[in-house]
């Protein structure tokens, strides 16, 4: 049975959302009183960052996998910069993860690989119509949730696949042109 003192991953997500708001609101105020405010949480984080840090030196490698694999936990940890896995092997879970999503539904995602702060994937729909832009931005956005370090997320075509091609909608509707003297 879970502590009801504890935050469930909807509480959190709802404190987040909140602590989100609240900064930006911050930001936008003028003065010192609202600067001092700011350097008060950024020297808070940096200290739980500290405090996170010296958790994971103590760690065996098991407990650190496991911390790591908990989302709250391992956001933190990216956060701070001391994630115990590199950002391709945590790019590549994200990406398998999807993936079993994905197939379910009849489209399928590859990690293509990490090209400097870029990371690239194919991602394939099958099917009439069936379209990737609002897949490939929740891929975008769980890639970057699990590697914020990286710039972004940019799509590939698959292997074998050209990219597709753009025909203007004028092109498809317009009708012919009649000969002239013609009905």
Do not use: W
């Not at 997500?13 to 609202?34: F, Q, S, Y």
């Not at 739980?48 to 933190?76: I, T």
């Not at 590199?86 to 993936?99: E, G, H, N, Q």
């Not at 870029?118 to 490939?136: E, I, Q």
């Amino acid at each position: 049975m879970a502590d009801p003192a504890r935050l469930d991953d909807t509480a959190v997500g709802g404190r987040l959302t909140r602590i989100n708001e609240l900064l930006e609101r911050l930001e936008a105020a003028p003065g010192p009183t609202v600067q001092d405010a700011l350097a008060a949480v950024r020297s808070l984080t940096e200290v739980y960052g500290e405090a996170l840090a010296r958790v994971l030196d103590r760690a065996d490698p098991a407990l650190a996998r496991e911390l790591a694999d908990d989302e709250l936990v391992g956001h933190l940890m990216v956060l701070h910069g001391v994630h115990p896995e590199p950002v391709a092997t945590r790019v590549a879970r994200a990406v398998r993860r999807l993936r079993d999503q994905l197939r379910e539904r009849g489209a399928d995602l590859e990690l293509a690989g990490i090209d400097g702060q870029l990371a690239r994937v194919r991602l394939t729909a099958k099917g009439c119509g069936a379209g990737t832009d609002g897949v490939l931005d929740a891929v975008r956005e769980t890639i970057l949730a699990v590697a914020p370090e990286l710039d972004g997320v940019e799509l590939e075509p698959a292997a074998g696949q050209a990219p597709a091609a753009f025909v203007p909608l004028e092109t498809v509707t317009r009708r012919p042109a009649q000969p002239q003297g013609a009905p």
